[in-house]
């Protein structure tokens, strides 16, 4: 493991949202993430990548509370939030999706909204319960709301389907609109654009320059499909082995030979 001392990006100021310093996981003997110093500014696209196995989704787990760090220190919102809970973590405004679908698969697509929508609900269970007038007008304003995201995220079509019966591409969209529906300002996508085809990988894209756009956020992705990621990130960070081995602006990464050589100059089939 390389030294702690702690080298942090130089891209630091009021508007920076997410900041690790020298985080590391450590599985017994094997460092998946080592000495990771990242800075995620308010309303940038950044995106993460590097082989498979390379500690990105392990990142991932720390900065939403899955993992506790071994070492080193998170900050959100320029408040430590290293080792508390993801629940914790959601209420403090950070939402992500994972490489593997992850829907209340027997319920409907309106349920699958609603229930996030529950998540932030200010009127304890008893209000709700005796059906008091706060907690129904609550009630009321979190349907309508879910009703608007299903119809900006395009599902208002299928509200009553059950999760499990939408095409794989809706369904991706339905875990993000499920993650949007908790209000978040930061948004972690781990690999949305998994077995999506290549039209459908085409209309993600857009639909994530428009969802940042549309609910003001900062997005922090994980992905394979590099003609996504160097479409729409302001900023890339690169892994091999749990160390950071390149950052910078797209065209900085493209040309970035160390990053050519472990991980942009790889077949396309040995990604998969």
Same mark, same amino acid.
């Given at each position: 493991? @390389?030294?702690?001392?702690?080298?942090?990006?130089?891209?630091?100021?009021?508007?920076? /949202?997410?900041?690790?310093?020298?985080?590391?996981?450590?599985?017994? *003997?094997?460092?998946?993430?080592?000495?990771?110093?990242?800075?995620?500014?308010?309303?940038?696209?950044? +995106?993460?990548? *590097?082989?498979?196995? +390379?500690?990105?989704?392990?990142?991932?787990?720390?900065?939403?509370?899955?993992?506790?760090?071994?070492?080193?220190?998170?900050?959100?919102?320029?408040?430590?939030?290293?080792?508390?809970?993801?629940?914790?973590?959601?209420?403090? *405004?950070?939402?992500?999706?994972?490489? $593997?679908?992850?829907?209340?698969?027997?319920?409907?697509?309106?349920?699958?909204?609603?229930?996030?929508?529950?998540?932030?609900?200010?009127?304890?269970?008893?209000?709700?319960?005796?059906?008091?007038?706060?907690?129904?007008?609550?009630?009321?304003?979190?349907?309508?709301?879910?009703?608007?995201?299903?119809?900006?995220?395009?599902?208002?079509?299928?509200?009553?389907?059950?999760?499990? @019966?939408?095409?794989?591409?809706?369904?991706?969209?339905?875990?993000?609109?499920?993650?949007?529906?908790?209000?978040?300002?930061?948004?972690?996508?781990?690999?949305?654009? +998994?077995?999506?085809?290549?039209?459908?990988?085409?209309?993600?894209?857009?639909?994530?320059?428009?969802?940042?756009?549309?609910?003001?956020?900062?997005?922090?992705?994980?992905?394979?499909?590099?003609?996504?990621?160097?479409?729409?990130?302001?900023?890339?960070?690169?892994?091999?082995? *749990?160390?950071?081995?390149?950052?910078?602006?797209?065209?900085?990464?493209? $040309?970035?030979?160390?990053? /050519?050589?472990?991980?942009?100059?790889?077949?396309?089939?040995?990604?998969?």
């Amino acid at each position: 493991m @390389s030294s702690k001392t702690p080298v942090l990006d130089p891209i630091i100021d009021k508007n920076v /949202v997410l900041r690790t310093e020298n985080m590391t996981m450590q599985f017994g *003997g094997v460092v998946a993430v080592d000495n990771l110093n990242l800075t995620i500014r308010e309303h940038q696209i950044v +995106a993460l990548i *590097g082989p498979n196995g +390379a500690g990105k989704t392990t990142a991932f787990n720390m900065i939403t509370g899955v993992y506790t760090p071994s070492s080193g220190k998170i900050v959100l919102d320029g408040a430590d939030i290293t080792g508390l809970s993801p629940d914790k973590i959601t209420r403090k *405004g950070v939402a992500r999706t994972f490489q $593997n679908i992850r829907l209340f698969k027997d319920l409907t697509v309106f349920d699958n909204i609603i229930i996030a929508k529950h998540f932030g609900m200010k009127s304890n269970l008893l209000s709700a319960t005796l059906r008091l007038p706060g907690a129904v007008r609550e009630e009321k304003r979190m349907r309508e709301e879910s009703e608007a995201l299903l119809e900006r995220m395009g599902l208002a079509d299928v509200r009553h389907d059950v999760a499990s @019966s939408l095409p794989y591409g809706q369904q991706r969209h339905l875990e993000i609109a499920r993650a949007l529906a908790t209000s978040p300002h930061l948004l972690l996508l781990d690999e949305p654009a +998994a077995g999506m085809n290549p039209q459908e990988t085409e209309d993600l894209t857009a639909s994530i320059k428009q969802i940042q756009k549309d609910f003001n956020l900062t997005v922090f992705l994980i992905e394979h499909h590099m003609d996504l990621v160097m479409e729409i990130s302001d900023r890339i960070y690169v892994l091999d082995f *749990g160390q950071m081995i390149g950052k910078g602006s797209p065209s900085e990464i493209q $040309n970035n030979q160390r990053v /050519v050589e472990a991980y942009l100059g790889v077949d396309d089939d040995a990604e998969n």
